[in-house]
């Protein structure tokens, strides 16, 4: 039997501690849950806390209204732990502030390992102008959920 495409993907799935990657994942049905100032930020928080527990280093994130781009070099964890963590606390955080869609997220991610040649810092730029491209702001610095380390 054929399985669905992401299940393929997580086949293939590679987590090599000290590797680059860039993460999306996107909220279930596309619902644009993080558009509320409040519940973007239970969400960096998340984000933040995976950092200070070891499990990465945060390069590069934007939380837009319905999905989360995350450039990070990850540590002495998996991608599948890092993200269930990730989904998991998070969808818990904003449940206990109200939001009461579930689920929260969709199932599975986007991983993309970068390659040696594959330019960081053209990756991070990519991933803050994400609100620009999506027609929220004008400037990055006007949007209110992004950070990259060479900021």
């Not at 998996?78 to 997220?105: D, Y």
């Amino acid at each position: 039997m054929i399985k669905a495409h992401g299940n393929r993907l997580r086949h293939a799935r590679c987590s090599v501690p000290g590797r680059l990657y860039m993460l999306t994942t996107v909220t279930h049905q596309r619902r644009p849950l993080l558009r509320n100032f409040r519940h973007a930020r239970l969400v960096i928080h998340h984000l933040r806390e995976a950092e200070q527990r070891q499990h990465c280093r945060s390069l590069a994130w934007v939380v837009m209204p319905d999905h989360v781009h995350w450039l990070l070099e990850l540590k002495d964890t998996t991608l599948g732990t890092l993200m269930q963590r990730f989904k998991c606390q998070s969808s818990h955080a904003l449940r206990k502030a109200g939001v009461g869609a579930s689920p929260i997220w969709q199932a599975g991610y986007y991983d993309h390992a970068l390659r040696r040649d594959e330019d960081v810092v053209k990756m991070a730029r990519y991933i803050t102008a994400n609100p620009i491209r999506a027609g929220l702001v004008t400037k990055a610095g006007d949007y209110p959920h992004w950070d990259a380390v060479w900021v």
